[in-house]
């Protein structure tokens, strides 16, 4: 009896062995992220914060001239362009706004976009990806797939608080 128990336990040992040596250097690549408050954190924060679990470069914020909706009223109060290494085409952004509202209305703002491209054929420079978490919109590059993206999401998640 105790030999059998042993065979049918051997296989879920080695798995749970595999699992963890593998996940061991998972865990030790996690970089140390910075958390803020979602009322205090600026869009270039989030950005920089980004760029040590992603491969970002370039990363700039708008002047007002280049941006004149910068900081009217229901628009966003920071933002940041970026531009992933990996999918280098289309540049990403960071968008932060006064509350929740502003930044579910720009998201919504955006995928409205996204579908109207979408069908009209256009597929080049703009279909956007756009996630929002609190009062931050993040916009990515379409070009990258859907589990990427999400890492994204779930990388914001821990720096906006």
């Known amino acids: 009896m105790k030999r059998n128990m042993c065979k049918k336990m051997l296989p879920v040992l080695i798995a749970a062995l595999f699992t963890l040596l593998f996940s061991i250097p998972a865990m030790a690549a996690t970089p140390k992220l910075k958390s803020y408050p979602s009322s205090k954190v600026t ?3 989030i ?28 628009y966003y109060k920071t933002k940041a362009n970026f531009y992933d290494k990996k999918y280098s085409k289309v540049y990403c952004s960071v968008e932060v706004f006064r509350d929740a509202y502003d930044a579910a209305t720009r998201c919504g703002e955006l995928r409205s976009y996204r579908f109207v491209y979408t069908l009209l054929g256009i597929t080049e420079d703009v279909p956007f990806t756009a996630y929002r978490y609190k009062n931050v919109v993040v916009r990515l590059n379409n070009k990258m797939p859907q589990k990427y993206a999400i890492q994204y999401y779930n990388t914001l998640k821990k720096i906006v608080k």
């Open 43 to 45: 869009a270039k924060q």
């Open 47 to 74: 950005a920089t914060e980004l760029s040590k679990a992603f491969k970002i470069n370039r990363i700039t914020t708008p002047s007002k001239k280049q941006a004149p909706q910068y900081g009217e009223p229901n």
